[in-house]
């Protein structure tokens, strides 16, 4: 009865499990006013995976089923870029102006190391953001992308 009961408890802790289409989105303020709409799920490990996206994404663009693949082990966070999606201010013109964005908002989230997987124009973002502050990077994935200019 008592390993029943036991098995009954981890089925209900799995049914009630966070997805990332259960994860509610929030806002964050960085120092220059943006407010960045962002969503959080999963937990362990000590260093957050940051998913940076393609250009004209948002957060809704990610397949949930990856990012609840990411986050079955660790902490993972996606964002919409200053001007896109749920976020505020002016959309960046340059690789460079997105990267001062996310930036300021991984600062904001109180993050001083992070992995970032960038997609795309995430990618570009990644390697940029690897340039001006290297020792914000721990790990950098990039997906389908090249060097800022190709």
């Given at each position: 009865m008592d390993k029943q009961h036991r098995k009954e408890r981890t089925i209900m802790n799995t049914r009630t499990a966070q997805t990332y289409l259960q994860t509610p989105t929030?806002?964050?303020s960085t120092a220059d006013g943006v407010d960045f709409a962002y969503r959080r799920i999963g937990s362990g490990g000590d260093v957050p995976l940051v998913l940076g996206g393609y250009f004209a994404s948002n957060m809704?663009?990610?397949?949930?089923?990856?990012?609840d693949g990411l986050a079955a082990n660790r902490e993972v966070i996606t964002f919409d870029y200053p001007g896109m999606g749920g976020s505020t201010g002016v959309t960046p013109d340059t690789v460079a102006e997105v990267t001062v964005g996310c930036l300021g908002f991984l600062r904001a989230m109180g993050l001083t190391t992070v992995d970032f997987l960038g997609f795309s124009l995430g990618g570009m973002v990644a390697q940029q953001m690897a340039f001006e502050q290297p020792e914000m990077i721990r790990r950098m994935i990039l997906c389908g992308t090249g060097p800022r200019g190709c």
């Amino acid at each position: 009865m008592d390993k029943q009961h036991r098995k009954e408890r981890t089925i209900m802790n799995t049914r009630t499990a966070q997805t990332y289409l259960q994860t509610p989105t929030k806002l964050i303020s960085t120092a220059d006013g943006v407010d960045f709409a962002y969503r959080r799920i999963g937990s362990g490990g000590d260093v957050p995976l940051v998913l940076g996206g393609y250009f004209a994404s948002n957060m809704d663009d990610w397949d949930p089923l990856i990012v609840d693949g990411l986050a079955a082990n660790r902490e993972v966070i996606t964002f919409d870029y200053p001007g896109m999606g749920g976020s505020t201010g002016v959309t960046p013109d340059t690789v460079a102006e997105v990267t001062v964005g996310c930036l300021g908002f991984l600062r904001a989230m109180g993050l001083t190391t992070v992995d970032f997987l960038g997609f795309s124009l995430g990618g570009m973002v990644a390697q940029q953001m690897a340039f001006e502050q290297p020792e914000m990077i721990r790990r950098m994935i990039l997906c389908g992308t090249g060097p800022r200019g190709c």
